[in-house]
């Protein structure tokens, strides 16, 4: 009796997609991608890959869903962590959000693109909704953490009209993706000798005067960052394992 042939769900297939795409993107670039060389890489009929994704866009906002997903996981191991408190969590979701990003190179610039409106405006309303709900269910895990920094360190609104968990989720959310882009730009790459442990000295130093700058009742010091950092990574690399 001959074996039959165990057919890709349609799940599995999504996946493999993305995984080409992710390939040929940190390679060409995502506006160089073709369709045509996806479905090839991906090894499956260029039919198939539309009835997956039916556009460019859908695809693009496919893959910024994938990695979402991918942040939403390693951001609750983080906050899972017992022996951090939710200063530490702060400060090691922006850690991880930034290695996960310079260990898949390519997440930036899907993410980046993927935040124009005019590609949700051509993308489905499918994609487009789970991804409201995912970058949804993110926005309250840091919301939540963030809270509770506030609260552990009775800090006062800065504002009439921002509160002060709402200034540091943008600062400290911004200040991690000002990170990745500084050690991607040409500027530190022409830098003789830069190295990776140059780029996490400058990220914990960063870090670290920001965390200064909260008045909160105990900083966290670069060499602290640095201890956040190590961990961070191990996670980081189970996620992409």
Not at 13 to 39: H, P, T
Not at 141 to 148: G, Y
Not at 189 to 211: H, P, Q
Request: glycine residues 6%; hydrophobic residues 45%.
């Amino acid at each position: 009796m001959k074996d039959l042939l165990i057919k890709p769900t349609r799940e599995e297939r999504e996946i493999a997609i993305i995984e080409a795409a992710g390939q040929l993107v940190e390679k060409n670039g995502f506006v160089n991608l073709k369709m045509s060389d996806l479905a090839h890489s991906a090894s499956m009929s260029i039919g198939t890959l539309y009835s997956h994704f039916p556009s460019k866009e859908d695809l693009l906002l496919g893959i910024h869903l994938h990695n979402l997903v991918l942040k939403e996981k390693l951001f609750s191991e983080v906050l899972n962590m017992p022996k951090w408190n939710p200063l530490q969590r702060l400060v090691a979701m922006v850690l991880a959000n930034w290695d996960l990003d310079r260990k898949r190179c390519e997440l930036s610039e899907i993410d980046a693109l993927a935040m124009f409106p005019s590609i949700w405006q051509k993308a489905s309303a499918g994609v487009t909704g789970r991804l409201e709900e995912v970058s949804r269910r993110i926005g309250d895990m840091i919301k939540a953490n963030v809270d509770q920094v506030v609260s552990e360190n009775k800090l006062k609104l800065i504002s009439n009209e921002l509160p002060m968990n709402v200034t540091i989720r943008a600062t400290f959310w911004g200040t991690g993706l000002g990170l990745h882009h500084v050690f991607r730009s040409f500027c530190l790459k022409k830098i003789e000798g830069t190295t990776t442990a140059m780029e996490e000295s400058i990220a914990a130093e960063a870090l670290s005067i920001l965390v200064h700058g909260l008045g909160v009742k105990n900083p966290i010091q670069s060499d602290e960052v640095k201890d956040l950092l190590n961990t961070v990574q191990t996670l980081t690399r189970k996620s992409l394992a």
